[in-house]
């Protein structure tokens, strides 16, 4: 009876969030009706992905339908678009007291191949809905509210953080809901994977490289790290949430600050890690308490188990003191 009367108490994420909020007594609900509309355009968007859309319209069109989406909410004062150069205010009668970064389909060059590409997104609660100006995104990642991300693949997988742990959903598509499948995701605290581009080797600095070598030619004997890189951050970063090691994008000497972006790649996935137990570094300080000065601020990252990032940097720390 206990596998039935599961199967009718559908823990959709909705509810869950509901749940959640319900310990926050001020909550009016707005921050259930704003996942909901983010919820919907990932629906939108898992739909058109796999319809086999073509990439370049994709991307417009997973832009358009959150900006809208979001809009629409009447929750939101500012978005924060990878598609966009310059940042969206909201108009007076429609905002709300949240602020969102997001990259509304990350990987998306991957697309036409078929491998996996997902939506990442933060959520800041602004001071000043009334008059918003762009310092309310240009926060530290730590001050984020939520964060997660929506993956594009053999199903559609969406992960979740409202500061208080990490929660994995997959999509019905017969009910067009998404069911708590993953409940409480913890990262194991060391893992046997690395995934980083190797092709940018020649380029990287005294630190990443040590650790690289480290991870094929372990000095304690022990066996060598597999090496899985993607290419697609979502894809990259749930296999290190669910599987453990570590996902890094390094600074080179042509990309000083790497590649990710900070505000709808790095600090998403950062608050993630944290939450699930992992940690995020940058080269130089905690990712999360980074401070951007640019909504577009690239930065270079090393998230995943807690004890890989660790060696990271102890690397860092020593190259500091020569
Ligand atoms: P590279 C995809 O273009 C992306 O923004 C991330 O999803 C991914 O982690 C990274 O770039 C891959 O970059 O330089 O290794 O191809």
Not at 94 to 115: E, H, M, Q, T
Not at 141 to 157: E, F, R, V
Request: hydrophobic share 35%.
């Amino acid at each position: 009876h206990a596998a039935e009367a599961n199967r009718t108490d559908l823990m959709t994420i909705t509810r869950f969030v509901l749940n959640e909020q319900s310990k926050y007594p001020e909550s009016r609900g707005d921050f259930t009706i704003l996942l909901s509309n983010i919820v919907l355009g990932c629906k939108f968007v898992c739909t058109a992905v796999n319809k086999g859309e073509e990439q370049k319209k994709l991307d417009v069109l997973s832009n358009d339908v959150f900006v809208k989406a979001l809009i629409s909410s009447g929750r939101t004062c500012i978005l924060v678009s990878e598609e966009d150069e310059q940042a969206t205010f909201v108009e007076p009668s429609k905002r709300g007291r949240y602020a969102v970064v997001f990259d509304p389909l990350d990987g998306s060059s991957n697309i036409d191949c078929g491998v996996s590409i997902g939506t990442i997104f933060g959520i800041y609660m602004v001071k000043d809905s009334i008059e918003p100006t762009l310092d309310e995104v240009l926060q530290p990642g730590k001050n984020m509210l939520a964060a997660g991300y929506c993956m594009y693949g053999s199903s559609c997988t969406f992960v979740l953080s409202t500061g208080a742990g990490v929660n994995g959903f997959t999509l019905d598509p017969s009910l067009g809901e998404f069911i708590l499948t993953h409940p409480d995701i913890k990262i194991p605290k060391k893992g046997k994977i690395y995934s980083v581009n190797e092709g940018n080797a020649k380029n990287w600095d005294g630190p990443t490289a040590k650790y690289v070598e480290r991870c094929k030619f372990p000095k304690d004997g022990s066996s060598p790290k597999s090496l899985r890189y993607i290419g697609s951050m979502v894809a990259d970063v749930h296999r290190t949430l669910l599987y453990g090691g570590i996902f890094l994008y390094p600074a080179d000497k042509k990309s000083p600050n790497g590649k990710l972006r900070v505000l709808y790649e790095v600090f998403p996935m950062s608050f993630l890690m944290e939450q699930a137990g992992g940690q995020a570094f940058t080269g130089k300080q905690r990712a999360l308490d980074l401070v951007p000065n640019d909504i577009h601020e690239r930065s270079p990252i090393f998230l995943g188990s807690y004890e890989d990032v660790e060696e990271v940097k102890a690397l860092y720390a020593a190259e500091d003191k020569k």
